[in-house]
């Protein structure tokens, strides 16, 4: 069993940016695939970066080159760093990890078994 917390989401102006941290606790020993997921009300969840067993790391197209993914093992913490936010990245921002192994992580919410409470991003103008 793995328990995720989420925190470092805020408000913030149209061009900021935030840093969200996830960390992780229970059985941490594998090296589990992970990823941040982002959902708003009355929409599907959305995956948007993902870090794999093996530090790859992939995002989907809304946010590339804008956000970063990486973890620090040592702490068992995972992070979002989230430049250039637009209105279209309000949401609650989810961490997840999958008890499998992956080269890749993928960006599918089915393939996540643990999830935290998540943490609210608001993007203003």
């Known amino acids: 069993q793995v328990q995720l917390v989420e925190s470092g989401g805020g408000s913030v102006q149209a061009g900021g940016s935030l840093r969200l941290s996830c960390v992780a606790s229970g059985d941490t020993s594998r090296r589990h695939c992970m990823g941040w997921f982002r959902q708003d009300p009355g929409k599907e969840r959305e995956g948007v970066a993902g870090i794999s067993s093996v530090n790859v790391v992939g995002y989907s197209e809304s946010v590339k080159g804008r956000f970063t993914i990486s973890k620090a093992s040592a702490k068992n913490t995972m992070y979002l760093i989230m430049h250039n936010l637009t209105l279209e990245d309000t949401a609650r921002y989810y961490c997840?990890?999958?008890?499998?192994?992956?080269?890749?992580?993928?960006?599918?919410?089915?393939?996540?078994?643990?999830w935290g409470q998540g943490t609210q991003v608001t993007v203003s103008s």
């Open positions: 997840a990890a999958r008890s499998a192994y992956c080269y890749r992580a993928p960006l599918d919410r089915d393939e996540y078994d643990y």
